[in-house]
């Protein structure tokens, strides 16, 4: 099973600050089949970034995802407080079984 | 427009049965994969398994292989998962989502299902 290893656990930062969330794979994730989602309390998960780096519809682009192989990273650029939430790294180039990672917490300092 | 439709909340014994479903539309429900993920209280998303509703093809995790059956009802454009004997540890938000628009990523989600499982 691929693990999929996030860090921080949890990132503490202001609006208007720049958020970069890690995502380690255990093995390479083929063709960067690697997602993200986000998620506010009581609220499914939304995706925001997939193929590591292509941002899904409707997504803003202060958005952005970039890595390849087993690091990748999710980059929010300017945080505004509607993306105060727990981001979520996700495998889909093995489906046998695809796996999450544990989470990162982007809270309000 | 695609929609999930979750079935509600349950609480259940340790022991019961239970299947919950998941209703799309929207879309071609038989040609594109649909699964489930498990929430459970305060955790992160753990990925169950997928199904193609077309051939009732289905991948689980072994982490829940043998627990859980994923299923479908192709005429009534309804996924399901559902267990024959619950733990207690079962207690979680059930989320299911559809691999539509994005191949093999889960780009809509339904609302979810609380499932409680108390004596």
């Known amino acids: 099973e691929l693990v999929l290893t996030q860090s921080p656990g949890t990132l503490s930062l202001s609006p208007g600050e720049r958020a970069t969330l890690s995502c380690r794979a255990s093995?390479?994730?083929?063709?960067?089949?690697l997602a993200w989602y986000q998620q506010k309390p009581g609220q499914a998960p939304r995706l925001l970034i997939y193929g590591a780096s292509s941002r899904s519809t409707g997504i803003p682009d202060r958005f952005s995802g970039s890595g390849s192989g087993t690091d990748f990273t999710l980059t929010i650029s300017r945080l505004e407080p509607e993306d105060f939430a727990v981001y979520y790294c996700?495998?889909?180039?093995?489906?046998?079984?695809?796996?999450f990672g544990q989470g990162t917490k982007v809270e309000i300092k | 427009e695609v929609q999930l439709v979750q079935s509600g909340a349950e609480v259940k014994k340790p022991g019961e049965s239970l299947k919950i479903s998941c209703k799309a539309s929207g879309y071609r429900f038989a040609r594109y994969w649909i699964g489930w993920v498990r929430q459970m209280p305060g955790k992160g998303l753990e990925w169950m398994g997928i199904?193609?509703?077309?051939?009732?093809?289905?991948i689980y995790s072994p982490s829940f292989e043998g627990h859980v059956t994923i299923s479908v009802d192709k005429s009534i454009s309804t996924a399901y998962v559902q267990w024959s004997s619950l733990k207690a540890s079962d207690t979680a938000i059930y989320y299911c989502?559809?691999?539509?628009?994005?191949?093999?990523?889960?780009?809509?989600w339904g609302p979810g299902t609380l499932v409680t499982v108390s004596s």
């Open positions: 199904i193609f509703p077309d051939d009732s093809d289905t």
């Open positions: 093995q390479s994730v083929s063709d960067n089949y």
């Open positions: 989502a559809g691999m539509i628009d994005t191949a093999m990523v889960f780009d809509y």
């Open positions: 996700h495998q889909y180039a093995n489906l046998s079984p695809g796996t």
